[in-house]
C-alpha cells in the first residue's frame, strides 16, 4: 500500500470515529448541560476541518469515500445544532420582530441604518472550504497528438457462441472481481449450508458505504449471470440471496429485474436490524496483487 493509500485510510478512520461521537451527542441532546454540548460540537467541527485540510484535491478524487464521510459529518453536525436550538430555546417568529423594531425605533421614526451597520460587520468575513472550490487547482493534462497509425485489413472468421456464459473466461477487471465475489460466495454459502442470506447482510460494508455499493453491483451481474438468485423468500419480507441451480438457468434462461436504491439511512437501519459488525464479502482494490497471493497460496 503506498503513502497516499494509508493516509487515506487513516483519514476514513478518523472520520468514522467522529460520526460515531455526533451519534452519541445527537442521543444526549436534551439531557445534558447545553455550554457541554455546544463545546463538543465545536470540537467535532474543528476536527473535521482538520482533516479536510489533509491531502490534496487529487487525493480526494482518487477517494471519493472520503468526500462522502465528510459531507455526512457536516449534515449530522447541522441537525445536532438544529435539534440543540428547537431543545434549548424559546426563540419564536415575534421575538425577532420585536428585536428589529427595539433596533430601528427612535422618537423621530425609524431608522436602517442601525441594523445595515450592523449586518456588514456580520458579513466581513464568510467561511469558506477548499472543496467550493472544485478543481481550480488542478493542472490540465498535456494533450499528446498521435500519429495516425495504417489501418489493418481484417480479416473475417465465422462467429462462434458458448454453449453457457458460464464457460466462458472472464479476461476483462471487471469480470475478475465478479468471479473473485463468486468464490468468496461459495465458501459463505457452504459454511451456511446452502441456505439463503438475507441480501443486505450479505453486500453491507459497515465501515464504507462506497463498498456497500460495489458488492451491490457485483451481485447483479451474478444475478444476470444465473450464477445467485435473489427471492423475496426471507420471513422479514426483505430479499434473500441463493445459489442457483443449473435446471432453473435451462427452464427460466430470461431473468427478471427490479431496482434496489440504497442509502445511508437504509444501509444504517439494516446494519442495525441484522447487527453487522463486519462485511462478509471482501473485494480487493488490487485485483493482480490479490492474484499474485492466490498463486502463491
Known amino acids: 500500500m503506498d503513502q497516499s493509500a494509508s493516509q487515506s485510510t487513516d483519514r476514513k478512520q478518523r472520520y468514522k470515529l467522529i460520526i460515531d461521537e455526533l451519534q452519541t451527542i445527537n442521543k ?28 490534496s484535491i487529487g487525493d480526494k478524487l482518487e477517494n471519493t469515500s472520503e468526500v462522502v464521510l465528510d459531507a455526512q459529518i457536516l449534515k449530522s453536525t447541522h441537525e445536532s445544532i438544529s435539534k440543540l436550538l428547537q431543545a434549548s430555546s424559546e426563540f419564536n417568529d415575534g421575538m425577532y420582530q420585536n428585536a428589529i423594531s427595539a433596533l430601528i425605533s427612535h422618537n423621530d421614526g425609524e431608522n ?38 495504417q489501418r489493418r ?39 451456511n449450508h446452502r441456505q439463503p442470506i438475507p441480501y443486505y447482510k450479505l453486500i453491507i460494508d459497515p465501515h464504507d458505504f462506497m463498498n456497500t455499493v460495489e458488492n451491490a453491483f457485483q451481485m447483479a451481474f451474478l444475478a ?4 445467485i438468485a435473489i427471492e423475496s423468500s426471507g420471513s422479514d ?7 442457483a441451480h443449473k435446471d432453473e438457468l435451462d427452464a427460466h434462461p430470461d431473468t427478471s429485474q427490479s431496482i434496489c436504491s440504497l442509502s445511508m439511512d ?10 453487522i459488525e463486519e462485511p462478509m464479502l471482501n473485494i480487493p482494490t488490487d485485483i493482480e496483487e490479490h492474484n499474485e497471493d492466490d498463486e502463491n497460496d
Not at 447545553?34 to 485540510?53: F, G, M, P, Q
Not at 444476470?224 to 450464477?227: A, I, K
Not at 437504509?266 to 447487527?275: A, N, S
Open 153 to 191: 485489413r481484417t480479416v473475417l472468421s465465422q462467429e462462434k457462441k458458448p454453449e453457457t456464459i458460464q464457460q466462458l473466461k472472464r479476461g476483462d477487471r471487471g469480470a475478475e472481481k465478479v468471479n473473485i465475489l463468486l468464490k468468496q460466495l461459495d465458501v459463505i454459502f457452504r459454511a
Open 112 to 149: 436602517w441604518q442601525d441594523i445595515t451597520r450592523l449586518a456588514l460587520f456580520c458579513s466581513k468575513s464568510v467561511a469558506t472550504k477548499s472543496s467550493m472550490l472544485g478543481a481550480a487547482d488542478i493542472e490540465p493534462k498535456e494533450r499528446i497528438v498521435k500519429e495516425r497509425q
Open 266 to 275: 437504509l444501509v444504517q437501519r439494516m446494519i442495525e436490524m441484522y447487527d
Open 28 to 55: 444526549c441532546i436534551g439531557t445534558r448541560e447545553e455550554s457541554e454540548t455546544c463545546s463538543a460540537l465545536r470540537n467535532i467541527i474543528e476536527r473535521n476541518d482538520n482533516i479536510h485540510k489533509e491531502g
Open 224 to 227: 444476470r449471470d444465473g450464477n
Open 237 to 243: 419480507g426483505l430479499p434473500h440471496v441463493r445459489l
